[in-house]
């Protein structure tokens, strides 16, 4: 079983950054991929971004690309999302996943396991 606790989250203008950190549990985090996502008041879970078991392997929302940046760290079992230049419509809540597999996806079926969310909100 793999328990997936993400931090970080907060309140704050358009223009900051925050960054997220998601800790795993588990011996095998190493081996399988991760991704953040996002779900809104009244919407659907959206993808963000998610990096391969090895963290050579990235890939973005249209939405976040160029802004948002994801990486991990296996010796600490914990997967970052770094935000830039954040705008109002990103205000969500944020939820980091685990796809047991080595290669990511942006489909939010395909993750295994996930933690319990952090609220950003990005005021104009």
């Known amino acids: 079983q793999v328990q997936l606790v993400e931090s970080g989250g907060g309140l704050l203008q358009a223009g900051g950054s925050l960054r997220l950190s998601c800790a795993a549990s588990?011996?095998?985090?190493?081996?399988?991929?991760l991704g953040w996502f996002r779900q809104a008041p009244g919407k659907e879970r959206e993808f963000v971004a998610a990096?391969?078991?090895?963290?050579?392997?990235?890939y973005y929302a249209d939405s976040v690309k160029g802004r948002f940046t994801i990486s991990r760290d296996n010796a600490k079992n914990t997967v970052y999302l770094q935000m830039n230049s954040l705008k109002p419509e990103d205000t969500a809540v944020y939820y980091c996943?685990?796809?047991?597999?080595?290669?990511?996806?942006?489909?939010?079926?395909?993750?295994?396991?996930w933690g319990q969310g952090t609220q950003v909100t990005v005021s104009s």
């Open positions: 996943a685990l796809r047991k597999s080595y290669s990511s996806s942006y489909r939010v079926d395909e993750y295994d396991y």
């Open positions: 588990g011996r095998t985090f190493s081996n399988y991929a």
């Open positions: 990096i391969n078991w090895s963290g050579g392997s990235t």
